[in-house]
Protein backbone atom coordinates (compact mmCIF):
# COMPACT_ATOMS: atom_id res chain seq x y z
CA UNK A 1 0.00 0.00 0.00
CA UNK A 2 1.39 3.49 -1.19
CA UNK A 3 0.39 6.27 1.35
CA UNK A 4 -1.19 8.96 -0.04
CA UNK A 5 -3.01 11.92 1.20
CA UNK A 6 -5.74 12.17 3.39
CA UNK A 7 -7.76 13.71 0.16
CA UNK A 8 -7.10 10.13 -0.91
CA UNK A 9 -7.77 8.55 2.36
CA UNK A 10 -10.84 10.05 3.27
CA UNK A 11 -12.09 8.82 -0.43
CA UNK A 12 -11.00 5.56 -0.23
CA UNK A 13 -13.46 5.64 2.61
CA UNK A 14 -16.02 7.19 1.19
CA UNK A 15 -15.70 4.42 -1.99
CA UNK A 16 -15.61 1.77 0.06
CA UNK A 17 -18.63 2.50 1.41
CA UNK A 18 -20.87 3.30 -1.66
CA UNK A 19 -23.05 0.25 -2.56
CA UNK A 20 -25.27 -0.30 -4.83
CA UNK A 21 -29.41 0.12 -3.92
CA UNK A 22 -32.43 0.12 -5.99
CA UNK A 23 -34.31 3.72 -7.58
CA UNK A 24 -37.21 2.49 -4.91
CA UNK A 25 -35.18 2.39 -1.67
CA UNK A 26 -35.53 5.01 1.25
CA UNK A 27 -34.44 9.02 -0.19
CA UNK A 28 -31.59 8.77 2.28
CA UNK A 29 -29.34 6.51 3.93
CA UNK A 30 -26.82 6.85 6.23
CA UNK A 31 -23.91 5.50 8.05
CA UNK A 32 -21.48 5.55 10.58
CA UNK A 33 -17.94 4.13 11.40
CA UNK A 34 -14.85 3.97 12.89
CA UNK A 35 -11.90 2.36 11.14
CA UNK A 36 -9.03 1.85 13.43
CA UNK A 37 -5.75 -0.05 11.47
CA UNK A 38 -2.71 -0.78 11.07
CA UNK A 39 -0.43 -1.57 8.29
CA UNK A 40 3.15 -1.88 6.40
CA UNK A 41 4.20 -0.06 3.50
CA UNK A 42 7.41 -2.03 2.27
CA UNK A 43 8.59 0.22 -0.29
CA UNK A 44 7.53 3.60 1.51
CA UNK A 45 7.56 6.51 -1.92
CA UNK A 46 9.42 3.98 -3.84
CA UNK A 47 12.28 3.98 -1.61
CA UNK A 48 12.31 0.15 -0.72
CA UNK A 49 11.88 0.93 2.75
CA UNK A 50 9.31 -0.61 4.94
CA UNK A 51 6.73 2.65 6.91
CA UNK A 52 4.61 1.35 9.65
CA UNK A 53 0.63 2.94 9.34
CA UNK A 54 -1.56 3.09 12.20
CA UNK A 55 -5.11 4.62 11.72
CA UNK A 56 -8.16 6.02 13.56
CA UNK A 57 -10.92 7.28 11.51
CA UNK A 58 -14.74 8.18 11.80
CA UNK A 59 -16.79 8.52 9.32
CA UNK A 60 -20.37 9.81 8.98
CA UNK A 61 -21.97 9.78 5.62
CA UNK A 62 -25.46 9.68 3.67
CA UNK A 63 -26.29 8.53 0.83
CA UNK A 64 -29.54 9.75 -1.42
CA UNK A 65 -29.29 6.65 -3.85
CA UNK A 66 -32.31 8.18 -6.67
CA UNK A 67 -30.16 11.10 -7.03
CA UNK A 68 -26.17 9.71 -6.73
CA UNK A 69 -25.44 12.26 -4.12
CA UNK A 70 -23.24 11.16 -1.49
CA UNK A 71 -21.88 13.06 1.39
CA UNK A 72 -19.33 11.90 4.40
CA UNK A 73 -17.99 13.89 7.39
CA UNK A 74 -14.53 12.31 8.36
CA UNK A 75 -12.01 13.27 10.99
CA UNK A 76 -8.75 10.86 11.94
CA UNK A 77 -5.29 10.59 12.28
CA UNK A 78 -2.60 8.36 10.71
CA UNK A 79 0.75 7.68 12.14
CA UNK A 80 3.73 6.95 9.71
CA UNK A 81 7.16 5.30 12.05
CA UNK A 82 9.88 4.49 10.51
CA UNK A 83 10.97 1.36 12.43
CA UNK A 84 14.64 1.50 11.73
CA UNK A 85 15.22 5.17 12.89
CA UNK A 86 11.63 5.51 15.31
CA UNK A 87 10.93 8.61 13.17
CA UNK A 88 7.00 9.47 13.12
CA UNK A 89 5.11 11.38 11.48
CA UNK A 90 1.13 12.28 12.45
CA UNK A 91 -1.46 13.23 9.85
CA UNK A 92 -4.65 15.15 11.13
CA UNK A 93 -7.57 15.46 8.77
CA UNK A 94 -11.41 16.76 9.29
CA UNK A 95 -14.23 18.18 6.98
CA UNK A 96 -16.95 17.12 4.68
CA UNK A 97 -16.51 15.86 1.55
CA UNK A 98 -19.88 15.98 -1.08
CA UNK A 99 -19.90 13.35 -3.99
CA UNK A 100 -22.61 14.07 -6.64
CA UNK A 101 -22.85 11.83 -9.85
CA UNK A 102 -22.87 14.13 -12.87
CA UNK A 103 -23.29 11.56 -15.85
CA UNK A 104 -23.03 7.89 -16.21
CA UNK A 105 -23.98 4.79 -13.85
CA UNK A 106 -22.36 5.26 -10.32
CA UNK A 107 -21.52 1.92 -10.41
CA UNK A 108 -20.02 1.91 -13.43
CA UNK A 109 -17.94 4.55 -15.56
CA UNK A 110 -19.08 7.84 -14.93
CA UNK A 111 -18.15 11.31 -13.68
CA UNK A 112 -18.53 12.81 -10.87
CA UNK A 113 -18.07 16.58 -8.70
CA UNK A 114 -16.34 16.20 -5.61
CA UNK A 115 -16.18 18.64 -3.02
CA UNK A 116 -13.64 18.66 0.13
CA UNK A 117 -13.86 21.14 2.72
CA UNK A 118 -12.17 21.97 5.97
CA UNK A 119 -8.78 20.47 7.01
CA UNK A 120 -7.91 17.11 4.42
CA UNK A 121 -4.24 17.17 4.97
CA UNK A 122 -1.85 18.17 7.89
CA UNK A 123 1.39 16.28 8.43
CA UNK A 124 3.70 16.77 11.14
CA UNK A 125 6.52 15.40 12.81
CA UNK A 126 6.37 13.81 15.76
CA UNK A 127 7.65 17.19 17.51
CA UNK A 128 5.29 19.34 15.99
CA UNK A 129 6.79 21.10 12.76
CA UNK A 130 4.71 21.17 9.90
CA UNK A 131 5.36 19.53 6.89
CA UNK A 132 2.22 19.61 4.53
CA UNK A 133 -1.20 21.61 5.58
CA UNK A 134 -3.93 21.47 2.86
CA UNK A 135 -6.87 23.08 3.88
CA UNK A 136 -9.79 25.15 2.49
CA UNK A 137 -11.99 24.24 -0.21
CA UNK A 138 -12.00 22.51 -3.72
CA UNK A 139 -14.06 21.49 -5.65
CA UNK A 140 -13.01 18.61 -8.62
CA UNK A 141 -14.36 16.93 -11.58
CA UNK A 142 -13.66 13.38 -11.38
CA UNK A 143 -13.68 10.61 -14.65
CA UNK A 144 -14.07 7.15 -13.29
CA UNK A 145 -13.20 4.14 -15.44
CA UNK A 146 -12.92 0.53 -14.58
CA UNK A 147 -12.83 2.26 -11.01
CA UNK A 148 -10.46 4.08 -11.16
CA UNK A 149 -10.05 8.18 -11.47
CA UNK A 150 -8.58 8.79 -14.91
CA UNK A 151 -8.88 12.34 -15.11
CA UNK A 152 -9.15 14.68 -12.04
CA UNK A 153 -9.85 18.10 -13.13
CA UNK A 154 -9.32 20.69 -10.23
CA UNK A 155 -12.48 23.71 -10.84
CA UNK A 156 -12.32 25.28 -7.66
CA UNK A 157 -9.46 25.95 -5.55
CA UNK A 158 -9.43 28.06 -2.23
CA UNK A 159 -6.64 27.20 -0.22
CA UNK A 160 -3.64 26.48 0.55
CA UNK A 161 -3.40 23.21 -1.06
CA UNK A 162 -0.12 22.49 -2.00
CA UNK A 163 -0.45 18.63 -2.35
CA UNK A 164 -2.93 18.72 -4.62
CA UNK A 165 -1.28 21.39 -6.45
CA UNK A 166 1.78 19.02 -7.03
CA UNK A 167 -0.85 16.67 -8.08
CA UNK A 168 0.26 14.51 -4.86
CA UNK A 169 3.86 14.17 -5.72
CA UNK A 170 4.91 17.16 -2.64
CA UNK A 171 3.72 14.21 -0.43
CA UNK A 172 6.84 11.55 -1.83
CA UNK A 173 9.13 14.67 -1.80
CA UNK A 174 8.68 15.44 1.67
CA UNK A 175 7.85 12.72 4.10
CA UNK A 176 10.89 10.26 2.94
CA UNK A 177 13.57 12.69 4.85
CA UNK A 178 11.08 13.57 7.60
CA UNK A 179 10.83 9.51 8.19
CA UNK A 180 14.89 9.63 8.23
CA UNK A 181 15.07 7.35 4.93
CA UNK A 182 17.97 8.43 2.90
CA UNK A 183 17.63 9.25 -0.65
Keep these: ???????????????????????????LDKGHFRDVFTDVDDD?????????????????????????????????????????????????????TWVVNISGDPEGDHVQQVTVAGLPELWKLAHGRVLIRDAGYVVLLQTIEDDEVVDNEVLINKGPHPDLDSDFDLFCEVMPAALGIEG
Design 44 to 96: FCGTGQRIDIAGNVLVNEWQAPHKGDFKTTASGKITLTNPLTGDTAVSRFAGP
Design 1 to 27: MRVRSAFLICGLAVAGQLVSTPATAQP
